[in-house]
């Protein structure tokens, strides 16, 4: 079954949008992928357009049996782990927006499902004139906005919906992540759903719990089972 393109941005860099892409993707290889996991999944793509320093494509090389190089998950690698634009002139490199552009729509043609991970939030910089919700606007892209149960989590949720608002990205919910374990009245303190969820007129899909091994199948598989699934890869 084809799904659409999702981008997983955060609301800010460090908040869990790494996680869910991986459980996403885990969620695909073990409940809709009909590759034998042993074998590199030709259904699933995973895409980060551009990375500075290593992290996040290298986890998703190490983790998944992706029929994927490093340089078809991020095409626009920087050794400095700074913000791209900033990383790119520092290193005297361009930031190449149709090669990323090219490679998506490569990857869009081959793959049933395919996750776009985010360079930080909606307002993260890409080159000096163009931001993070640009590109998902000019591509098209519908996306789940991750927020981190922590204090501020209100205001950070309630701005990138606003400028996810105002630069006519489609966002289809939001995903509280947690970075430690929380009580439902901890959660409830610091990052209320129903809250979040009437004040930015969008809805919570649920809450990423914290996962003590991110290279656990089973246990990614099993936390996106827990959100609200159908709604997130539609």
């Known amino acids: 079954m084809m799904t659409k393109p999702l981008l997983v941005v955060g609301s800010d860099t460090g908040v869990g949008k790494t996680v869910l892409t991986a459980t996403l993707a885990a969620y695909w290889l073990t409940y809709r992928d009909r590759t034998d996991l042993s074998k590199p999944s030709t259904s699933l793509g995973i895409y980060k357009p551009l990375q500075s320093g290593e992290g996040d494509r290298e986890f998703y090389d190490r983790t998944f049996n992706l029929s994927q190089t490093l340089a078809e998950i991020t095409p626009l690698y920087f050794e400095t782990p700074i913000a791209p634009a900033i990383a790119a ?139 609200d699934i159908e709604r997130i890869l539609i």
């Open 89 to 227: 002139h520092k290193e005297g490199k361009e930031i190449d927006l149709a090669l990323i552009w090219q490679q998506f729509q490569k990857l869009q043609k081959q793959k049933e499902c395919l996750l776009v991970e985010a360079m930080g939030g909606l307002g993260s910089p890409i080159t000096d004139e163009y931001i993070v919700a640009d590109l998902a606007r000019d591509w098209a892209l519908e996306a789940i906005l991750v927020v981190p149960v922590r204090l501020g989590a209100i205001s950070q949720a309630i701005a990138n919906v606003a400028l996810a608002n105002m630069q006519k990205v489609k966002l289809r919910g939001i995903v509280l992540s947690c970075s430690q374990v929380y009580t439902t009245e901890e959660i409830e303190e610091l990052a209320p759903p129903q809250m979040i969820s009437r004040l930015g007129s969008i809805p919570v899909l649920g809450i990423l719990p914290y996962i003590k091994n991110l290279h656990d199948i089973s246990q990614l598989a099993h936390a996106a089972s827990e959100l």
